[in-house]
Every structure is written in structure tokens, then in C-alpha cells.
């Protein structure tokens, strides 16, 4: 089950990121019976790791079940979560989604947009690797902190 993030001795310095501690979090507190309890931290970001072969897989057109909805959801509160232990300001995210997998995610903090993007083909939402999945949550984590720190103001209010 973790061929995806193995070695785990390469990992083992990313698994123990703030990003993906908080990834870990939040995806336990969105599973109702405890089932992530026994899993290992690899085990529950499994998921979010599309290789080429597994995206090959997945058909092209299609809608996204549930679990999938769940976990873009997981991906942009973790961001959120990260951007308030940094800047010390609520970070609200919000996912929209139609029932064919397109739509839009925004993270605001006060009055100020700190991310926008259009999520498209959310049936096949992943990452090549673990530490793709940290490098474009950083991307947005930075962004987000330095729109914050220039318009200080609006994310106050």
C-alpha cells in the first residue's frame, strides 16, 4: 500500500513536515469512525499520490465520488490551517464544486483573497509524489503570507 511513497527513508524528513503533520490531522478529523486511527501517516496520504500509471487509470470524464470531494477539501483546510499558525489570522477556505468536478477554491483571511483557483477534473485530483504535494502547498503558503503582509489592513478586518 505505500509503493507510492517508498523509500521511506527519503521520506522520512518530509513525513515529519508541518504540512503534512497537518494533512495527517486533518484527515483523521474527517473520518467519523476512527478508521485512520490504525493507519500509518504514508497509509492516509496514499491517496493523494497519483502516479502517471494510476492517473492513466482513471477515465478522463467522470464525476468525483465522495472521498475524492473530501479530500481536496482536506488539501486547501490544511493550507488554511498552516496560513494561521504563521500569520496568527483566521484563514477561511472555501471549496465550491459542482457534482461534475469543476469548480473553485478560495482561502480568505479577514476581507483579502489570499488564494483562487479553479479546480477542474477533481476525479483526479493528486500529486506525482509526497513531496509535490509540499512544494505546491508551500507555493500557496508563501503567496498567501505575502499578500497578507502587504495588505496587512484588509486580512485585519
Not at 51 to 80: H, M, Q
Not at 136 to 157: M, P
Amino acid at each position: 500500500m505505500t509503493e507510492t511513497l517508498t523509500p521511506v527513508v527519503e521520506n522520512e524528513g518530509l513525513l515529519k513536515s508541518a504540512f503534512v503533520i497537518e494533512m495527517v490531522r486533518q484527515m483523521r478529523a474527517i473520518d467519523p469512525y476512527g478508521q485512520y486511527d490504525r493507519l500509518s501517516t504514508s497509509e492516509i496520504l496514499e491517496p493523494f499520490i497519483l502516479t502517471k500509471e494510476k492517473k492513466r487509470e482513471i477515465p478522463i470524464i467522470g464525476d468525483p465520488d465522495e472521498l475524492v470531494i473530501a479530500r481536496v477539501k482536506v488539501f486547501y483546510n490544511a493550507i488554511s490551517a498552516m496560513i494561521e499558525s504563521e500569520c496568527g489570522l483566521m484563514a477561511v477556505p472555501l471549496v465550491n464544486l459542482t457534482h461534475e468536478g469543476f469548480g473553485r477554491a478560495l482561502i480568505t483571511v479577514g476581507k483579502l483573497v489570499v488564494m483562487d483557483r479553479t479546480v477542474r477534473d477533481v476525479h483526479r485530483f493528486g500529486f506525482p509524489s509526497l513531496s509535490k504535494m509540499k512544494d505546491e502547498a508551500d507555493k500557496v503558503l508563501s503567496v498567501a503570507l505575502e499578500l497578507i503582509g502587504q495588505h496587512s489592513k484588509v486580512a485585519g478586518l
